[in-house]
C-alpha cells in the first residue's frame, strides 16, 4: 500500500477539469513528461525515416537521369528542389497535419496514448495548432543546435550564454505545473491521456439498435431522425461517450439540456442517460454509415 501511495499522489496532481465548448466539465488526467518525450521521439524517428527514403528515392531517380543524359542539369536542379519541399513538408507540417485530425494527435502520441486538447471553453482550432508547432523551432531545434554549439567549444561566451537562455524554452514544461510547452500557452493548449479502451457494451455500436427502445424509467421511446442526428459530428460523440462513461448526474443533465436545446426537444427530466444513450447509439450508427459511403463528419461545425 505505501509503494502505491506516491504513485497515486503523483497521478491526482495531474487531475484537471475540462470544460468543453458546451459548457459541460469532464475530468482528465495531464499528459506525464515521459510519455511527451517517448512521443515525440517517435514521431522523429517516423520523419528522419520518411526523410531518408524520399532522399534515397530521389537520389536514385537523379542519378538514372545522369546516366542517361549527362547534360539533362535541369531535371537534377529540379529533383533537388524537391527534396528541399519534401523535407521542409516532413519536418514543418507533420505535426499540424496530424494534430489538425479528429483524434488530435500524431502517430507517435497515439502509441503513447496522450492528445493535443483546448485549454479553456473553445474547441481545438486549426489556429492553436499551427501556433503551438510553429514555436517548435524556437522550444527545441534552436536550444539543440546552441548546446552542441557550445559543447563543441565554439563560439566562447556567447555561445554558451545562448545556449543558456534557449535552454529555458527547452526545459519549460519542467518548470511549470501543467507540463506546458511555451507553444501550448501561445496556443492555449494542453497534451492530456488518451487511454485506448474497448467500448463498453452499452456504447458499442452493434448495440445502437437496442437504444430505440422504451425507455424503463419513463416508457418513452427516443428515436431521433436524421434531422436531429446531423447536428453533431465525430468531436462531439467522442465528447458524449466520454459523459457517459463517467456518469456524472450533472454532466448528464447538463448534456442532455444542451442537445434537447439544440433539436427543438423536451424530454423532461430523470431519464437523462437513457436519452443520451439513444441519442449516442443512433448518431454513431449514423456517422459509421455515412463514413462507409465516403461521408465524414468532424464536427458540428463540419
Not at 185 to 208: D, F, N, Q, Y
Not at 248 to 273: F, H
Amino acid at each position: 500500500m505505501s509503494a502505491a501511495t506516491p504513485w497515486k499522489q503523483r497521478e491526482n496532481k495531474r487531475k484537471r477539469m475540462l470544460v468543453t465548448p458546451e459548457g459541460v466539465s469532464l475530468p482528465v488526467t495531464l499528459a506525464p513528461l515521459g510519455s511527451r518525450a517517448g512521443a515525440i521521439i517517435l514521431d522523429y524517428i517516423i520523419i528522419n525515416t520518411a526523410v531518408i527514403v524520399v532522399t534515397l528515392l530521389l537520389a536514385w531517380l537523379g542519378i538514372s537521369v545522369m546516366d542517361a543524359e549527362s547534360s539533362n542539369s535541369q531535371v537534377v536542379e529540379f529533383i533537388a528542389v524537391l527534396w528541399i519541399i519534401a523535407v521542409f513538408l516532413a519536418y514543418n507540417f507533420y505535426f499540424i497535419f496530424f494534430e489538425m485530425g479528429a483524434r488530435g494527435a500524431t502517430p507517435g502520441k497515439r502509441a503513447t496514448g496522450i492528445r493535443v486538447a483546448a485549454h479553456g471553453t473553445q474547441r481545438l482550432t486549426s489556429e492553436a495548432i499551427i501556433a503551438r508547432n510553429l514555436m517548435r523551432q524556437i522550444e527545441l531545434f534552436v536550444p539543440i543546435s546552441f548546446i552542441f554549439t557550445a559543447s563543441a567549444g565554439e563560439g566562447g561566451m556567447a555561445s554558451l550564454a545562448a545556449a543558456a537562455w534557449f535552454a529555458v524554452f527547452l526545459l519549460f514544461p519542467v518548470f511549470n505545473r501543467d507540463n506546458l510547452r511555451a507553444g501550448d500557452l501561445v496556443a492555449g493548449t494542453w497534451v492530456i491521456e488518451a487511454p485506448r479502451r474497448k467500448l463498453a457494451e452499452a456504447l458499442s455500436a452493434a448495440g445502437a439498435a437496442s437504444h430505440t427502445a422504451t425507455s424503463g424509467i419513463t416508457g418513452t421511446r427516443y428515436t431521433f431522425d436524421d434531422d436531429d442526428l446531423m447536428v453533431y459530428g465525430e468531436f462531439e460523440l467522442q465528447t458524449l461517450e466520454r459523459v457517459l462513461r463517467d456518469d456524472r448526474p450533472e454532466a448528464l443533465e447538463a448534456v442532455q439540456e444542451t442537445i434537447c436545446r439544440k433539436l427543438g426537444w423536451n424530454a423532461g427530466s430523470g431519464d437523462e442517460r437513457a436519452f443520451l444513450e439513444a441519442f449516442y447509439a443512433q448518431l454513431r450508427a449514423k456517422l459509421e454509415r455515412d463514413m462507409r459511403f465516403g461521408k465524414r463528419k468532424a464536427d458540428k461545425h463540419a
